[in-house]
């Protein structure tokens, strides 16, 4: 059983940043695939981040890449997501999520993913 908790939501203006973390329970955590997805309100929640187990592979949705990069921290189970040039359609509620993966891979869909943390609102102002 693995526990996400997201932080690091608030609101900021347009061309602003933003980090959020999301920390994890358990003592395998290199062990575990992460992504970040977010869903804007009467939307459906969508694909943001991904970042495999060792940390050595990413890839990220089309409307982030080169804003927007994860990381990761396995000695302190923590993933991040820094979000730089933020724009109003980046607001959102982001959330965290983990799958158990033994090798290299990402994943990009929701349905991947067994773990999921509460959530933290992102809102951008124009």
């Known amino acids: 059983q693995v526990q996400l908790v997201e932080s690091g939501g608030g609101l900021v203006q347009a061309g602003g940043s933003l980090r959020l973390s999301c920390a994890a329970s358990g003592r395998t955590f290199s062990t575990y695939a992460m992504g970040w997805f977010r869903q804007a309100p009467g939307k459906e929640r969508e694909f943001v981040a991904a970042?495999?187990?060792?940390?050595?592979?990413?890839f990220y949705s089309d409307s982030v890449k080169g804003r927007f990069t994860v990381s990761r921290d396995n000695a302190k189970n923590t993933v991040f997501l820094q979000m730089n040039s933020l724009k109003p359609e980046d607001t959102a509620v982001y959330y965290c999520a983990a799958r158990f993966s033994g090798g290299g891979s990402v994943y990009t869909r929701a349905s991947s993913y067994n773990y999921w943390g509460q959530g933290t609102q992102v809102t951008v102002s124009s």
């Open positions: 970042i495999s187990g060792s940390g050595s592979s990413t």
